[in-house]
Nanobody, 126 residues
Framework: EIKVVESGGGSVQAGGSLRLTCRAV???????MGWFRQAPGKEREGVAS????????DYAASVKGRFAISRDKAETTVYLEMNSLKPEDTGTYYC????????????????????WGQGTQVTVSS
């Protein structure tokens, strides 16, 4: 069974940092992976994506310069380093993966992933 599993959420004060990890289980190969988030009462929005073979990234405007997405050499794990966190970054963060050597990899392409994670909560207090 292929799945993606997130870890690393938590609570932090504004200005702090958190690191999220997403691990692809049961899948080996190039993919497009990334993160979406959903705040209470709001729609799910893209945060960051990365093509695991090339390392090409895409970010939402609201997180550029504060968040950084990266991947390991095995192409099975991606990380989201979140710095200078703001209360508006609060929400449930979901990992997403498009498997099978997808031809395109950006937040638009990843919006319809092959797999979703179960989500991890990030809370930023002011």
């Amino acid at each position: 069974e292929i799945k993606v599993v997130e870890s690393g959420g938590g609570s932090v004060q504004a200005g702090g940092s958190l690191r999220l990890t997403c691990r692809a289980v049961g899948y080996y190969g190039t993919s497009c992976m990334g993160w979406f988030r959903q705040a209470p009462g709001k729609e799910r929005e893209g945060v960051a994506s990365i093509r695991t073979r090339s390392g090409t990234t895409d970010y939402a405007a609201s997180v550029k310069g504060r968040f950084a997405i990266s991947r390991d050499k095995a192409e099975t794990t991606v990380y989201l380093e979140m710095n200078s966190l703001k209360p508006e970054d609060t929400g449930t963060y979901y990992c997403a993966m498009r498997s099978g050597w997808p031809p395109y990899c950006d937040l638009n392409a990843l919006a319809t992933p092959t797999y979703w994670g179960q989500g991890t909560q990030v809370t930023v207090s002011s």
